[in-house]
């Protein structure tokens, strides 16, 4: 029996969630995925093969211009689609799409005058992440899905769970805010006795997890280090409760406390992560020793901040300064 294209969503939705992929991967695979059939005047995917996958891509990079990252993140919702839903993967080797291309930017980096400027400007829990990302060199989202089990205060690190590439990796726990931290996570841990008292209290927890250890999701250690001030229903099975805090806060705080600061950069919660790898390597410390610290993959993606030192381009003095 042929699938409707929104039956082979359901399809596509439940082998996402059984693959434990995040909600905002399941709602942007579901998006590209639908898209690619509109393009194609709706005909069914099993109908269509890497012909039109080439076409689709090429269209995305040629009439919608857009970025290498997007284009990359169409093709993987739909090689997921022929291969996990369809059960028909598609051949690598066919793949000839133009393909769009990836400015070579150099990243945003502030001194440690402006770093410091920027955090004086926020306040409270917006503060504090703020510390932690250029502290600990974390990715925004990184820091929102810490849990309370990931702050190691004896050994100075915390624990990054599954971060980009869903890898595990530790990273520094900087001692300078050590008390405000312990301090935060006090007020939360009352929060999180106020919400089991009032018939709440449990967490999201990935389904492997919460099937092993089913009354987990109401222990402290595994509550999030920075909770939403409001509980709210999971978009995904409708149960109430409370989840991190979101993105957009800290965005907007960081870009006001920039204004604030009178920084004419464009500057991001992101920014703070190139700073802490910049100044690194400005204090001596090994391109591998912040390569781990920073979780890349391959160390020439860390290379990049070798050129973004503050001692001009590639790190060279220039003739006219050398006494």
Request: no cysteine; net charge positive; proline share 5%.
């Amino acid at each position: 029996m042929t699938l409707s294209p929104q039956k082979l969503l359901d399809q596509l939705r439940d082998q996402i969630r059984l693959k434990h992929y995040s909600y905002r991967t399941e709602q942007s695979y579901l998006q590209w995925v639908r898209r690619f059939i509109l393009f194609h005047n709706k005909r069914h995917p099993k109908d269509m093969g890497m012909l039109e996958v080439n076409q689709y891509l090429t269209h995305l990079a040629t009439q919608k211009n857009v970025a290498a990252s997007t284009q990359n993140q169409a093709l993987s919702a739909i090689i997921f689609l022929y291969k996990y839903v369809l059960k028909q993967p598609l051949a690598d080797d066919q793949l000839n799409a133009v393909r769009a291309s990836k400015p070579k930017r150099l990243p945003t980096v502030l001194t440690k005058p402006e770093v410091l400027a920027v955090i004086a400007n926020l306040q409270d829990t917006n503060q504090l992440i703020a510390q932690l990302l250029y502290g600990s060199g974390l990715r925004i989202m990184e820091a929102l899905r810490l849990r309370v089990k990931d702050l190691d205060f004896a050994n100075q690190q915390l624990i990054v769970r599954d971060g980009k590439g869903e890898k595990d990796r530790r990273a520094l726990l900087p001692q300078a805010i050590v008390p405000a931290l312990q301090a935060h996570l006090s007020v939360v841990e009352a929060l999180h006795q106020k919400d089991l008292a009032a018939g709440y209290g449990a967490v999201y927890l990935p389904d492997a997890l919460e099937r092993k250890y089913p009354n987990a999701n109401r222990e402290w250690i595994w509550q999030y280090v920075f909770p939403a001030q409001n509980r709210s229903a999971d978009p995904r099975t409708g149960i109430v409760r409370r989840h991190h805090l979101h993105e957009t806060g800290i965005q907007k705080a960081v870009r006001t406390a920039a204004r604030q600061a009178g920084l004419d950069k464009h500057i991001t919660p992101h920014t703070f992560r190139h700073s802490f790898a910049t100044h690194l390597l400005e204090a001596g410390y090994d391109i591998r020793t912040v390569q781990e610290l920073l979780g890349h993959k391959d160390v020439r993606t860390t290379m990049i901040y070798t050129h973004v030192l503050n001692k001009g381009p590639l790190a060279v003095k220039s003739p006219l300064d050398d006494g």
